[in-house]
């Protein structure tokens, strides 16, 4: 059993930065694949950053590579998202997810097992 718990959400305008952080707890986060997922209202949720917590891959939706870093650190238990040059369009309910994915399916929702509460994110313009 793996419990993500987020923090780091709040408003902000456009062209402004946030970090949320995710701590997991729990067996088997080590071997897994954590990250990002976000939901705006009114969309499908979709995936934002994920880091491989042995390899240290990492991916990114194409609408947030640039400005948005994954990090992590296994030693804490906890990976961050440094998220910069907010845009309106970035604002939903962040998740931290952790899980193991197939090769190539690291930004599908279905390829993570535990899910965090969310944090939200707001950007104004």
């Known amino acids: 059993q793996v419990q993500m718990v987020e923090s780091g959400g709040g408003s902000v305008q456009a062209g402004g930065s946030l970090r949320l952080s995710c701590q997991a707890s729990?067996?088997?986060?080590?071997?897994?694949?954590l990250g990002w997922f976000r939901q705006a209202p009114g969309k499908e949720r979709e995936g934002v950053a994920v880091i491989g917590m042995t390899s240290d891959k990492t991916f990114y939706a194409d609408s947030v590579r640039g400005r948005f870093t994954i990090s992590g650190d296994a030693g804490k238990k906890t990976i961050y998202l440094q998220m910069n040059n907010l845009k309106p369009e970035d604002t939903g309910t962040y998740y931290c997810?952790?899980?193991?994915?197939?090769?190539?399916?690291?930004?599908?929702?279905?390829?993570?097992?535990?899910w965090g509460q969310g944090t939200k994110v707001t950007v104004s313009s």
């Open positions: 997810v952790a899980g193991q994915p197939g090769p190539e399916l690291q930004l599908n929702s279905g390829g993570y097992e535990y």
């Open positions: 729990g067996h088997g986060y080590d071997r897994a694949y």
